[in-house]
């Protein structure tokens, strides 16, 4: 069954440092998407980062990087020289069927990141 | 300019009643999603729609029911079967090909009192 799992509910760092928080996903699928989303305290979703199954790079934007590994299934997020802004809880999502819509995108639980001054 | 429309922002709706919460977009997207979020917790997919006139059940899908009867538009019926339906509600679309991330409204805060 799919699932994507989280296991940092919470996470402190110090401004500048970089960050990886972690994000494993089971799937019988041979292609799916993984994302990662942020999420203020205001409540709307921010689209972060994509990566495909069959991808062979880890995709970057800006100052986030995916880590992944498939045959490890994991899909960490990594936030290079982090900033106030960055606090958040972030969630890992997958969609099953690559880059087909049709099918569900399910979440993980989150991870809160509090950035420290 | 793009994107999608919940509404409304903050719901208060008495114990017993339904409730129907609003979702549009103009992104053309084929696929549209509704997930709830309790305090502190992850997104719950509770129905998704990849065509109009179309829909499936989520994870937590009892309780609720949806349409689709046009494109733009997936309205989430909150019924009085559901048990506790104090929540944030997000609505999200995505489209067809290419990079498929999706997008999400500013989500409706429901609080049944």
């Known amino acids: 069954a799919q699932k994507i799992t989280q296991t940092q509910p919470g996470m402190f760092v110090q401004e500048k440092e970089a960050v990886t928080l972690d994000c494993t996903y089971d799937?019988?699928?041979?292609?799916?998407?993984l994302f990662w989303y942020k999420q203020p305290s205001s409540g709307e979703m921010i689209f972060l980062i994509y990566?495909?199954?069959?991808?062979?790079q880890n995709a970057t934007e800006g100052r986030y990087s995916l880590n992944f590994q498939k045959a490890r299934k994991s899909a960490n997020l990594v936030i290079s020289a982090s900033q106030l802004g960055d606090s958040a809880m972030y969630f890992c999502?997958?969609?099953?069927?690559?880059?087909?819509?049709?099918?569900?995108?399910?979440f993980g639980s989150g991870t809160r990141l509090s950035i420290r001054p | 300019d793009g994107g999608i429309t919940q509404s409304p922002k903050y719901l208060f709706r008495k114990e017993g009643q339904n409730v129907t919460l609003s979702c549009e977009q103009n992104?053309?997207?084929?696929?549209m999603y509704w997930y709830r979020q309790d305090p502190g917790q992850g997104l719950r997919l509770i129905y998704y729609?990849?065509?109009?006139?179309?829909?499936q059940k989520g994870d937590i899908a009892e309780g609720y029911s949806v349409s689709r009867e046009k494109k733009e538009s997936f309205p989430l019926t909150v019924t009085s079967a559901q048990k506790n339906p104090t929540a944030f509600y997000l609505c999200?679309?995505?489209?067809?090909?290419?990079?498929?991330?999706?997008?999400f409204g500013q989500g409706t805060r429901l609080t049944v009192v």
């Open positions: 999200a679309s995505s489209a067809g090909q290419g990079r498929t991330e999706a997008f």
């Open positions: 799937t019988s699928d041979q292609s799916y998407g």
């Open positions: 990566q495909g199954s069959y991808d062979e």
């Open positions: 999502a997958m969609r099953e069927g690559g880059y087909s819509s049709a099918s569900k995108i399910i």
């Open positions: 992104l053309n997207h084929d696929a």
């Open positions: 729609s990849q065509i109009v006139n179309d829909f």
